[in-house]
């Protein structure tokens, strides 16, 4: 009654179906029950198969055939899927029709929680999201993780088989605020190590611009990003402590760049004093103080070391001297009856262990008069 006169044991046979584009599946049958068949829809829009049936009953022979036109929607069939992306930063996924499969129009996907290598946070789940797989993942190690994502694709009421997206997941430095402490004129390096200051990727560069001061201080430049450590050579013109800030930018080859960090230098100061001259008497005890800005550069509490003085003729009393704060000194006795002189090498050295370049100290030594009792006999 529904689909017309029905006798009660009519069968059917057809022919292959035809289509409105291409699908397979379609088959011939005769003396079947019903009519049936499995197709897939090769296309991303919805097509149709159309069966040419004739009916047949026993003893009454074939009635007119008739149309079965199956409607049927696309179902996705997407393939594996990968991406690359960095720790911190968001990917995603967009399938494509038929880049990557059977991708129909206005389908949605879902996912549960990805899985991982590594320790790896940030992956969530999703429902019907539109057009993308997408997410946002950090990698908490300094090496490649992988993340799968296992996806079931929907378009309309047809449910896709699930389909994989694999994303290679870069590490991204993480670098910590770094200190160090150096004297002027010494270069310094600073070298991230993964774990202690961070996240530190194997092989990653760092990019700095010229640093900020505290005082008068030369020498600090930047630097392009193919570098594997932080250093610089550093003069500090002043007799005090200066500081020097870095912002670093570090990168790794696979083109992940981190958040910047600093690097603070102490920039202790070195003694840097000219050659000196003192005159004094034999006998008489010379004292010689640099004095910073007038001699050069001169620290507070600056030590001074030398070794015994080499002279222009026969002199005696140079002794040397060890850390002596503040000041060269000595006592010398000229055994000669003309001007003569002694010339120290002194090393320069602070309490933070900053050793200046030597100087001298030159004394000229006038000759003192030292006479023997005399006599004499006259009429």
């Not at 689909?3 to 022919?15: E, M, Q």
């Not at 960090?261 to 920039?267: A, G, H, N, R």
């Not at 200046?356 to 003192?368: E, M, R, S, Y």
């Amino acid at each position: 009654v529904t689909d017309g006169i029905v006798p009660i044991g009519t069968t059917y046979r057809w022919n292959m179906p035809t289509y409105t584009a291409t699908m397979t599946g379609g088959a011939s049958a005769a003396g079947q029950s019903s009519v049936f068949g499995t197709l897939r829809n090769t296309q991303n829009t919805v097509q149709t198969a159309t069966y040419i049936v004739t009916p047949s009953i026993a003893n009454c022979g074939d009635g007119a055939p008739f149309t079965v036109t199956v409607t049927v929607p696309p179902t996705a069939e997407i393939t594996t899927m990968t991406t690359v992306t960095c720790s911190g930063v968001p990917f995603v996924v967009t399938p494509t029709n038929p880049t990557n499969g059977i991708v129909p129009d206005g389908s949605t996907y879902s996912w549960n929680v990805p899985t991982f290598t590594g320790t790896v946070t940030g992956g969530a789940s999703a429902t019907n999201y539109p057009t993308i797989v997408f997410g946002s993942l950090s990698n908490r190690t300094n090496t490649t993780q992988t993340v799968t994502y296992r996806v079931t694709p929907t378009s309309g009421a047809c449910v896709g088989a699930t389909f994989t997206v694999i994303v290679t997941l870069n590490p991204t430095p993480e670098v910590a605020a770094m200190t160090t402490v150096t004297c002027s004129g010494v270069q310094f390096t600073v070298t991230p190590t993964n774990g202690t200051n961070g996240i530190v990727p194997q092989l990653t560069r760092y990019a700095w611009d010229v640093p900020t001061y505290t005082g008068t201080v030369t020498g600090g430049a930047s630097a392009s990003s193919s570098v594997t450590i932080v250093s610089g050579l550093l003069s500090n013109r002043t007799n005090t402590q200066q500081t020097v800030t870095y912002i670093v930018t570090p990168s790794t080859a696979s083109g992940c760049v981190g958040t910047n960090f600093t690097v603070t230098v102490t920039l202790n100061p070195t003694p840097e004093i000219a050659a000196m001259t003192t005159v004094t008497c034999s006998g008489v005890q010379f004292t010689v103080t640099p004095t910073n800005d007038v001699d050069g550069i001169v620290p507070a509490n600056t030590l001074f070391s030398w070794a015994i003085p080499t002279y222009s003729a026969t002199m005696t009393g140079g002794a040397s001297g060890t850390n002596v704060l503040n000041r060269v000194f000595g006592t010398l006795r000229n055994t000669q009856n003309t001007t003569q002189t002694a010339t120290y090498i002194v090393t320069p050295r602070t309490g933070a262990s900053c050793v200046g370049a030597n100087f001298t100290v030159t004394v000229t030594v006038p000759p003192t008069a030292e006479i023997s009792t005399m006599t004499t006999v006259t009429c």
